[in-house]
């Protein structure tokens, strides 16, 4: 429908064709109704009127069209509007004239008519033709307006929910807010700590966005307006309490407010206020329906996340860091942990180097699952593995001890571990492996095969199927390189080819143990949605050979 006649309180008719005389009495009923009539003589004009309109954005209300023309018939108007994307919504009254053929109402509905009136027909007649067709219209418009606006809602809730961190959801939710009211939106979640995340509609431009210390204010305004607030809940900010450059660079808005919690972190959507007309109903009940399934959304994100520091600080703290590794006899070795991005979970991914008598124990793992509880038991089994190599350093036998130990007291918790002991004065290696990626043996003098050490996971009770330790030596020269599948592992792409991929990098790594740990970092380890540890180990230039 026509924005202008809507704010005038008045309707357009535009009055096509007809015999002159015709033509006008209708025009002047009409106006005397109280509409705005556009009378013009042919198809082509009437075409060329609505194009002209289609831009200005003035569409008619209705169109009284006689069904024959000039030069084409009413039908075949009516046909060519009703196939226009805009045009189609405008309503057409289609007037014949009395004794003319018997099949022109039949025409007129075939070609998308709303209606066909009989000419000469009495004023009331064509005054309730009219005013019956406009309803019609505008009931026909407003339903299908309902229909948009309630699928832009559940589009955008569902990507709300599909959000995996709180940067996603806001800027999910303000392009929401802002196609729902066509107006510029910023979307809050204000977390337990104070801190506060935003999103701005799309079409705000990134210059001159709101300083820390506008944030700052409304982290304090929003902590106010929402404090034991439990439902959704509307104000509106005046400028002076609202600072400026939100909506538009620089300039002082009033705000509309909607904060609604899902639990102990309020989600604030505000758009500006530009003039003194109230949302209508249907814009309040979306936006505040959005408002609403964002903080639903925003509570478990918020959980996940103090989750996630919390595992990865106790990863952190249990792990050694590279440059506070223990001095270990004659053997230089590198460590790497990489925590996933951070829209993945916190896994399980350890690794150890332990002195044991007169050799080295090297130990890469990773704790099946991703949660706090899989990095409580990387710890646990850090800690066992510790305790057991005190006593005995075998490969093998630390394998079926941590294996009887998850059993006991994580039965349902498994876990790959790859432990390598290391005698550095002859160069020889035992590796057990439990599941995990094989140690990949790099030679001084080129080129880079995987160990052939395989086994069950630990924790599925299968000790007694695991094969005796590999055995093998390494020259001076030579690497070994432990990873975890974080590294390497893409979704869709098959673990060996992958690997494959992992063993042809390293043939060509640069010398050392770091500058190769480095290398695969840069050339794997970028935007990973798993844990990465890594351990490269190698026999200090100097030692003896049997």
Request: aromatic share 2%; proline share 7%.
């Given at each position: 429908?026509?924005?202008?006649?809507?704010?005038?309180?008045?309707?357009?008719?535009?009055?096509?064709?007809?015999?002159?005389?015709d033509?006008?009495?209708?025009?002047?009923?009409?106006?005397?109704?109280g509409?705005?009539?556009?009378?013009?003589?042919?198809?082509a004009?009437?075409?060329?009127?609505?194009d002209t309109?289609?831009?200005?954005?003035?569409?008619p209300?209705?169109?009284?069209?006689d069904v024959?023309l000039?030069?084409?018939t009413?039908?075949?108007?009516?046909r060519?509007?009703?196939?226009h994307?805009t045009?189609?919504?405008?309503?057409?009254?289609?007037?014949?004239?009395?004794?003319?053929?018997?099949g022109?109402?039949?025409?007129s509905?075939?070609?998308?008519a709303?209606?066909?009136?009989?000419?000469?027909?009495?004023?009331?007649?064509?005054?309730?033709?009219?005013?019956?067709?406009?309803?019609?219209?505008?009931?026909?418009?407003?339903d299908?307006?309902l229909?948009?606006r309630?699928?832009?809602?559940?589009?955008?809730?569902?990507?709300?929910?599909?959000?995996?961190?709180?940067?996603?959801?806001?800027?999910?939710?303000?392009?929401?807010?802002?196609?729902?009211?066509?107006?510029?939106?910023?979307?809050?979640?204000?977390?337990?700590?104070?801190?506060?995340?935003r999103?701005?509609?799309?079409?705000?431009?990134?210059?001159?966005?709101p300083?820390?210390?506008?944030?700052?204010?409304?982290a304090?305004?929003?902590?106010?307006?929402?404090?034991?607030r439990?439902?959704?809940?509307r104000?509106?900010?005046?400028?002076?309490?609202?600072?400026?450059g939100?909506?538009?660079?620089?300039?002082?808005?009033?705000?509309?407010?909607?904060?609604?919690?899902g639990?102990?972190?309020?989600?604030?959507?505000?758009?500006?206020?530009?003039?003194?007309?109230?949302?209508?109903?249907?814009?309040?009940a979306?936006v505040?329906?959005?408002?609403q399934?964002t903080?639903?959304?925003?509570?478990?994100?918020?959980?996940?996340?103090?989750?996630?520091h919390?595992?990865?600080?106790?990863?952190?703290?249990?792990?050694?860091?590279?440059?506070?590794?223990?001095?270990?006899?004659?053997?230089?070795?590198?460590?790497?942990?990489?925590?996933?991005?951070?829209?993945?979970?916190?896994?399980?991914?350890f690794?150890?180097a332990?002195?044991?008598?007169?050799?080295?124990l090297?130990?890469?793992?990773?704790?099946?699952?991703?949660?706090?509880?899989?990095?409580?038991v990387?710890v646990?089994?850090?800690?066992?593995?510790?305790?057991?190599c005190?006593?005995?350093?075998?490969?093998?036998?630390?394998?079926e001890?941590?294996?009887?130990?998850?059993?006991r007291?994580?039965?349902?918790i498994?876990?790959?571990?790859?432990?390598?002991?290391?005698?550095?004065?002859?160069?020889?290696?035992?590796?057990?492996?439990?599941?995990?990626?094989?140690?990949?043996i790099?030679r001084?003098?080129?080129?880079?095969?995987?160990?052939?050490?395989?086994?069950?996971?630990?924790?599925?009770?299968?000790?007694?199927?695991?094969?005796?330790?590999?055995?093998?030596f390494?020259?001076?020269?030579d690497?070994?390189?432990v990873?975890?599948?974080g590294?390497?592992?893409?979704?869709?792409t098959?673990l060996?080819?992958?690997?494959?991929?992992l063993?042809?990098?390293?043939?060509?790594?640069?010398?050392?143990?770091?500058?190769?740990?480095?290398?695969?970092?840069?050339r794997?380890?970028?935007?990973?949605?798993?844990?990465?540890?890594?351990?490269?180990?190698?026999?200090?230039p100097?030692?003896?050979?049997?």
């Amino acid at each position: 429908m026509d924005g202008n006649s809507r704010r005038n309180g008045t309707t357009t008719v535009l009055v096509v064709g007809g015999v002159p005389d015709d033509r006008l009495a209708v025009s002047a009923l009409l106006r005397r109704a109280g509409h705005e009539v556009v009378p013009v003589a042919t198809a082509a004009e009437a075409l060329r009127e609505l194009d002209t309109r289609l831009r200005e954005g003035t569409l008619p209300d209705v169109l009284l069209v006689d069904v024959r023309l000039r030069d084409m018939t009413g039908f075949e108007l009516c046909r060519r509007l009703k196939a226009h994307q805009t045009l189609a919504a405008v309503p057409v009254v289609h007037l014949s004239a009395a004794g003319a053929s018997p099949g022109d109402h039949r025409r007129s509905l075939d070609s998308g008519a709303e209606a066909c009136l009989t000419v000469p027909a009495e004023p009331e007649e064509i005054q309730t033709v009219v005013r019956t067709v406009l309803h019609a219209a505008r009931l026909r418009a407003d339903d299908q307006a309902l229909i948009r606006r309630l699928t832009l809602l559940s589009e955008t809730i569902v990507t709300v929910q599909a959000a995996r961190s709180l940067d996603e959801l806001v800027d999910a939710a303000a392009e929401g807010t802002a196609r729902l009211t066509g107006l510029p939106a910023v979307v809050f979640v204000l977390g337990p700590e104070g801190e506060l995340y935003r999103g701005m509609s799309p079409k705000r431009i990134g210059l001159a966005l709101p300083d820390r210390g506008a944030h700052d204010a409304v982290a304090r305004l929003i902590g106010r307006l929402g404090a034991g607030r439990a439902v959704v809940h509307r104000t509106v900010v005046h400028s002076p309490l609202w600072p400026a450059g939100f909506f538009r660079p620089g300039v002082q808005d009033d705000a509309r407010l909607v904060l609604a919690q899902g639990g102990k972190a309020p989600v604030c959507l505000a758009t500006p206020v530009r003039d003194s007309r109230p949302q209508s109903p249907a814009d309040e009940a979306g936006v505040a329906r959005l408002a609403q399934a964002t903080a639903l959304a925003a509570e478990p994100l918020l959980m996940y996340q103090v989750e996630r520091h919390v595992a990865l600080t106790l990863q952190r703290s249990f792990l050694p860091q590279p440059d506070k590794l223990p001095d270990l006899p004659g053997v230089d070795i590198a460590v790497r942990y990489e925590p996933a991005s951070q829209q993945a979970e916190i896994g399980g991914d350890f690794y150890a180097a332990l002195r044991v008598g007169d050799g080295v124990l090297a130990a890469v793992g990773d704790v099946v699952g991703h949660s706090l509880d899989a990095a409580t038991v990387m710890v646990e089994i850090r800690h066992a593995l510790r305790a057991y190599c005190v006593e005995d350093s075998d490969p093998a036998v630390l394998a079926e001890r941590l294996d009887r130990m998850l059993q006991r007291y994580h039965p349902e918790i498994t876990a790959t571990v790859c432990l390598v002991l290391v005698e550095p004065d002859t160069g020889r290696v035992r590796i057990a492996n439990a599941g995990h990626i094989p140690p990949l043996i790099v030679r001084g003098s080129g080129g880079a095969d995987y160990a052939k050490a395989h086994g069950p996971l630990l924790g599925l009770g299968l000790a007694v199927n695991r094969p005796t330790p590999t055995e093998l030596f390494l020259e001076p020269s030579d690497r070994l390189l432990v990873v975890t599948d974080g590294l390497i592992e893409t979704r869709g792409t098959d673990l060996a080819l992958s690997m494959e991929h992992l063993r042809a990098a390293v043939a060509d790594a640069p010398p050392g143990v770091r500058p190769l740990c480095d290398m695969l970092l840069d050339r794997f380890g970028q935007d990973r949605e798993d844990d990465v540890a890594m351990l490269a180990l190698q026999l200090r230039p100097g030692q003896a050979r049997p």
